[in-house]
């Protein structure tokens, strides 16, 4: 079971879900998303992490309500926009995740913002360049789906059989080139 899974069958669900008010729906997503970041650790930084995350998820439903049905945001354009924005939040919210303090967290997103000029590189460009490329495929791929209107599961069920050799190759490949110490995988200090 997961993390995601467990929250939303024994937390939000038991608290009422959405089958009641939208203000007690927003209670309950709060609230789940604080217990979530308590879960993480006994630390104000998570238990701001679970309430960045329930303020993005309160605000996505205000916002669906109000303008889901506005035509810019089925467009490209507008589901590309919709996207970056999403992303960007996400990002600022876990360096709550990852900082030991809110003052480091402070310092974090100021180096990201650019407020705070002469941050160490945290990755050599070569790594930045990577995840860049990486991060457009999985955009590209995400988006293709979604035009064809395809789960994963059928796009490659439908791959030749060299393709998806090729593919499985890459993917065993790129486990064995990018191994890190035991400690990398950040779950690894709970």
Same mark, same amino acid.
């Given at each position: 079971? $997961?993390?995601?899974?467990?929250?939303?069958? #024994?937390? #939000?669900?038991?608290? =009422?879900?959405?089958?009641? $008010?939208?203000?007690?729906?927003?209670?309950?997503?709060?609230?789940?998303?604080?217990?979530?970041?308590?879960?993480?650790?006994?630390?104000?930084?998570?238990? +701001?992490?679970?309430? %960045?995350?329930?303020? #993005?998820?309160?605000?996505?439903?205000?916002?669906?309500? @109000?303008?889901?049905?506005?035509?810019?945001?089925?467009?490209?354009?507008?589901? %590309? %926009?919709?996207? +970056?924005?999403?992303?960007?939040?996400?990002?600022?919210?876990?360096?709550?995740?990852?900082?030991?303090?809110?003052?480091?967290?402070?310092?974090?997103?100021?180096?990201?913002?650019?407020?705070?000029?002469?941050?160490?590189?945290?990755?050599?460009?070569?790594?930045?360049?990577?995840?860049?490329?990486? $991060?457009?495929?999985?955009?590209?791929?995400? /988006?293709?789906?979604?035009?064809?209107? @395809? @789960?994963?599961?059928?796009?490659?069920?439908?791959?030749? /059989?060299?393709?998806?050799?090729?593919?499985?190759?890459?993917?065993?490949?790129?486990? /064995? %080139? +990018?191994?890190? =110490?035991?400690?990398?995988?950040? #779950?690894?200090?709970?």
């Amino acid at each position: 079971i $997961s993390l995601s899974t467990w929250l939303r069958d #024994y937390l #939000y669900i038991p608290l =009422g879900g959405n089958r009641r $008010s939208g203000r007690r729906t927003s209670i309950n997503l709060m609230l789940t998303m604080l217990l979530g970041g308590l879960w993480h650790g006994a630390s104000w930084t998570f238990v +701001a992490w679970g309430g %960045l995350h329930g303020l #993005y998820l309160m605000g996505e439903r205000l916002l669906a309500e @109000r303008w889901g049905a506005a035509r810019w945001a089925s467009t490209a354009g507008g589901r %590309l %926009l919709l996207g +970056a924005v999403t992303y960007l939040l996400v990002l600022v919210t876990w360096v709550f995740f990852r900082a030991p303090d809110f003052g480091r967290a402070g310092l974090m997103l100021g180096a990201m913002s650019g407020v705070i000029r002469g941050g160490a590189q945290i990755l050599p460009t070569l790594d930045l360049v990577i995840a860049g490329a990486v $991060s457009l495929a999985v955009i590209a791929t995400h /988006v293709f789906m979604r035009v064809r209107e @395809r @789960r994963l599961d059928q796009f490659v069920g439908a791959l030749p /059989v060299p393709v998806l050799v090729a593919g499985w190759a890459a993917m065993a490949a790129a486990l /064995v %080139l +990018a191994q890190g =110490g035991g400690d990398a995988f950040i #779950y690894f200090q709970f």
